[in-house]
């Protein structure tokens, strides 16, 4: 999002005075770094977000408010207080329903029909600060994260510029977020991305997509990780049960693996580091027999 953002913000010709991207340890400091230098703008190194030379510069470029989209770092309170305004987040959910880094993924794995964007003020916890504008986005029946990582962007950025024009010539609105427990977009850890067989067929479906193509579906078989970027849950249903996770049916071209509730056909899949290709290479060569156990 911080690169769509960037860029979208620079064609509305919105005055960007500076930018801060991740810190200097992230995988993708130097990547960000030159794309905002190529675009001939200010890019501001630091260490630490809370430094007295950063909170310096900040003050010193007269800034009415800073924008954000996508930030790893909770944003301190001194950083926070250093523009004239505050700060502006944009987040895919909408809030306060799934808070956090993944709302993309968790809203397809909950099966949900609905989700959104939120721009908000930011305070020091995280996506809790006041809310500006909200706009609802429907969920594809099909939809995978990378899909609707694109789809939100698009719609988080156009949501902005709104906000920003009306920021020009007006108070901006602060709803605040109600108080108690909501359903979470926290990001996912390794051990989250394997397939639980115990879980139904379709719920097992909507993990693939939710975790496609940025991180993957994980499961095992004989003793070697194999990623699922495909599946689909079978018409049919067999008259004798397999345990959940094990190969209940082979055809010619697909195989079926039992779950809780239905089985399961992966579609699209790479299999260690032997090859990437559809349910007919896996059978072709890896020569799967009923009974054997997906883990």
Do not use: W
């Amino acid at each position: 999002m911080a690169y769509i953002g960037l860029d979208g913000l620079l064609m509305a010709g919105v005055n960007i005075v500076g930018v801060l991207g991740p810190k200097k340890n992230h995988n993708m400091f130097y990547d960000f770094k030159n794309f905002v230098i190529y675009r001939g703008l200010n890019y501001i190194d630091y260490d630490e977000l809370d430094e007295p030379q950063l909170i310096e510069k900040i003050k010193s470029l007269d800034v009415d408010a800073a924008v954000v989209c996508s930030f790893n770092y909770k944003i301190p309170k001194v950083l926070l207080n250093a523009t004239k305004d505050g700060f502006i987040n944009v987040h895919p959910s909408m809030l306060p329903k799934y808070r956090g880094g993944n709302p993309y993924s968790r809203v397809i794995m909950n099966g949900e029909t609905e989700t959104g964007v939120t721009i908000h003020f930011m305070d020091e916890g995280f996506d809790t600060g006041d809310i500006i504008a909200q706009k609802a986005y429907h969920i594809h029946s099909k939809a995978t994260m990378g899909t609707l990582f694109n789809e939100l962007n698009v719609l988080g950025i156009e949501l902005l510029l709104q906000v920003l024009q009306n920021y020009e010539t007006q108070e901006l609105p602060r709803i605040k977020q109600p108080a108690g427990d909501f359903i979470s977009g926290k990001g996912l850890s390794e051990k989250d991305v394997f397939i639980n067989y115990n879980k139904t067929a379709e719920e097992i479906e909507r993990f693939v997509r939710a975790l496609n193509p940025f991180i993957i579906a994980n499961t095992t078989f004989r003793g070697n990780l194999m990623k699922i970027m495909r599946a689909e849950v079978a018409s049919d249903a067999l008259s004798i049960p397999h345990p959940a996770g094990t190969v209940s049916k082979i055809e010619d071209d697909k195989f079926f693996i039992a779950t809780s509730k239905g089985l399961l056909v992966p579609t699209v899949l790479q299999f260690g580091s032997f090859f990437i290709g559809d349910s007919k290479d896996f059978i072709r060569i890896v020569n799967p027999k009923i009974g054997e156990e997906f883990k």
